[in-house]
């Protein structure tokens, strides 16, 4: 990354080695394809800038995401989509799938689609939500899942938040996939929105301001290498979602909470490993 320090340098002592400041496309895409992680943060995006870097991307044939696009700051987070990552959210996304009701028409996968909030843009690793309810491309997702590895957790809470925010509540679950390499773990944190208690601020009575983030579960997964073979050991149980937070509705017969029990996840985090 050095090597761009003259066209894209680091924004700020104090900021991660990953955060550099914009001056053009050519040498952002160069930052991107020689990354060896998979995320970046970019300052000095203007509105204008952003369009052009759309496009561009567009005509490489996508291959990066736009985390999130904030406007009023003209920051640009950037996900580079390298094997781990794309391990890490989306054999999540596909065990649950697997264990969503077989009925027809039941569920959208939306992938990563662009959500638009105002001037602001966000993509997620992987997303979707119920049929009918959200079927249209526009419709907000309820299940979100944004996956980190170069990105802090708590980095990737304050994605969980604009989610939640900026689709005025649209969204209902949002599971954050962090991978700890040196400590040979992954967290994985469910987040889920409650009403804020009598008397804690609230300055509304709109429903949709009187809502505040709430982690509901946190499961851990080790990965011991003492072991032959080598075993993934999971903390708090099997990850629990919620039905009628995904489809927006009472589960009917055969249906219920989708599980994804402790062997899932012991599978899930070997795939991301290997």
């Known amino acids: 990354m050095s ?41 000095d995006v203007t509105p204008r800038d952003f369009a052009d ?25 950037v996900t580079i989509p390298t094997h781990a990552h794309e391990m890490l959210h989306c054999i999540l996304y596909e ?26 843009r966000g993509e997620g690793d992987s997303t979707g939500g119920p049929i009918p309810e959200r079927r249209g491309h526009d419709e907000w997702p309820t299940l ?17 938040e604009w989610w939640f925010a900026a689709s005025n509540h649209d969204v209902k679950i949002v599971l954050l996939a ?12 469910k987040w889920v929105e409650e009403p804020l208690a009598a008397g804690s601020g609230a300055t509304t009575t709109r429903p949709s301001a009187a809502l505040r983030p709430i982690l509901q579960q946190t499961v851990t997964i080790h990965r011991n290498e003492s072991t032959s073979p080598i075993s993934y050991n999971v903390t708090r149980g099997a990850l629990v979602l919620d039905f009628w937070l995904l489809f927006l509705r009472s589960p009917g017969s055969g249906e219920g909470d989708i599980i994804i029990s402790v062997s899932d996840l012991q599978w899930y985090a070997e795939c991301v490993w290997d």
Request: proline share 3%; no cysteine; glycine share 4%.
């Open 178 to 189: 962090k991978l700890d390499s040196s400590q040979r773990m992954i967290t994985l944190e």
């Open 53 to 77: 870097l759309d496009e561009q991307r567009a005509a490489r044939g996508r291959g990066v995401r736009w985390r999130r696009y904030y406007a009023d700051s003209q920051t640009l987070l």
């Open 95 to 120: 065990k649950f799938r697997d264990k969503v009701p077989t009925r027809e028409n039941t569920w959208r996968t939306k992938a990563a689609t662009t959500f638009r909030a105002g001037r602001d």
């Open 144 to 160: 979100v899942i944004e996956a980190g590895i170069s990105e802090s957790l708590a980095r990737l809470r304050s994605d969980m």
């Open 3 to 43: 090597g761009f320090a003259s066209s894209l340098s680091s924004s700020d002592q104090s900021q991660p080695s990953f955060t550099f400041r914009f001056t053009n496309p050519q040498d952002l895409f160069k930052l991107i394809d020689t990354t060896p992680g998979d995320f970046l943060i970019i300052t």
